[in-house]
């Protein structure tokens, strides 16, 4: 069973910076992209920011020159630094990550359970 645990979210003031975090634990033999989507209310989810597994990055415009995803293989998670947060940017948060449990398997898509992301003016 794998499972993607998020943490870092919460309340912060406009202008100011969050880091999430989002760790997958389980049995997993590798894992390939990871990222970052967000889902306002009223709104569809949305990508915010997803890494290969080699590190190229890719963020969607909402993000791009404020947020950055990094992530350490050695332990299986993947960050989000989100740096001059917008009211704009209030959202649940989710990690999602395309894993392989075994060599013999494919890979299948997860999601995590989202992390509350919560910018006041």
């Known amino acids: 069973q794998v499972q993607l645990v998020e943490s870092g979210g919460g309340l912060v003031q406009a202008g100011g910076s969050l880091r999430l975090s989002c760790a997958a634990s389980?049995?997993?033999?590798?894992?390939?992209?990871m990222g970052w989507y967000r889902q306002a209310p009223g709104k569809q989810r949305e990508p915010v920011c997803t890494?290969?597994?080699?590190?190229?990055?890719n963020c969607a415009d909402p993000g791009k020159g404020r947020f950055t995803i990094s992530r350490d293989n050695a332990k299986n998670t993947v960050y989000l630094q989100m740096n001059s947060l917008k009211p704009e940017d209030t959202a649940v948060y989710y990690c999602n990550a395309d894993i392989q449990i075994r060599s013999y398997y494919g890979t299948r898509n997860y999601w995590g359970q989202g992390t509350q992301v919560t910018v006041s003016l």
């Open positions: 389980g049995i997993i033999f590798s894992i390939n992209a």
């Open positions: 890494i290969s597994s080699g590190g190229y990055t």
